[in-house]
């Protein structure tokens, strides 16, 4: 099972999403595919994606996080023993957000919401200080990243597997070369 999760005002219509989606779908592998609109709580979030695959063997489950998703990810394979593939994750997102509270808008939806301490607080509550597998996760970054510093997650992911690209931005220019990397991992 791939799972992935979209980063901050994303969804599910987010370019990587349906480029992954399309590709498993090509493979007739759809019904391993699953892609959840994800709540603006990081609480609800966490709780939507574990009730839903609450009942799938962990060694069967690959979460696939971008950006705040990527910070998501780490959270469930550190406590559920899933695989995690980070593209360009967010590290320790509850200090990175902080100047993002107030409102926001999802960039595929429309809808308005405000980004409040209580959020961060949720981020808090799942930040992981150090991973403890490195061996689970698969660390996709990109130099160029206008968003987040690549180092922070080479240096917090260190001992996992690691490709880092030159150049590129915070979508990760040309994700679809990575497809048969994340299913062989």
């Known amino acids: 099972?791939?799972?992935?999760?979209h980063g901050f005002n994303s969804s599910p219509a987010s370019g990587k999403a349906k480029q992954l989606g399309e590709h498993m779908t090509d493979l007739g592998r759809l019904a391993d595919y699953y892609c959840p609109a994800l709540p603006n709580s990081p609480r609800e979030a966490i709780i939507k994606i574990e009730s839903t695959l609450a009942r799938t063997q962990p060694a069967t489950v690959t979460v696939v996080g971008s950006s705040l998703g990527g910070f998501y990810a780490t959270y469930l394979a550190e406590k559920n023993g899933w695989k995690a593939v980070l593209v360009?994750?967010?590290?320790?997102?509850?200090?990175?957000?902080?100047?993002?509270?107030g409102t926001?808008?999802?960039?595929?939806?429309?809808?308005?919401w405000v980004l409040t301490e209580a959020h961060l607080a949720e981020m808090a509550a799942l930040d992981v200080e150090h991973i403890t597998r490195?061996?689970?996760?698969?660390?996709?970054?990109?130099?160029a990243d206008e968003i987040l510093d690549y180092?922070?997650?080479v240096t917090y992911y260190a001992g996992a597997t690691q490709l880092i690209e030159e150049g590129g931005d915070h979508g990760f220019t040309y994700f679809e070369r990575h497809f048969q990397t994340i299913l062989d991992f």
Do not use: C, F, S
């Open 104 to 112: 926001q808008t999802n960039w595929h939806t429309g809808e308005k």
């Open 88 to 101: 360009n994750p967010a590290v320790h997102a509850h200090k990175l957000m902080r100047t993002a509270i």
């Open 134 to 143: 490195p061996e689970r996760y698969l660390l996709l970054a990109q130099t």
């Open 1 to 5: 099972m791939i799972v992935y999760l």
């Open 151 to 153: 180092r922070d997650a």
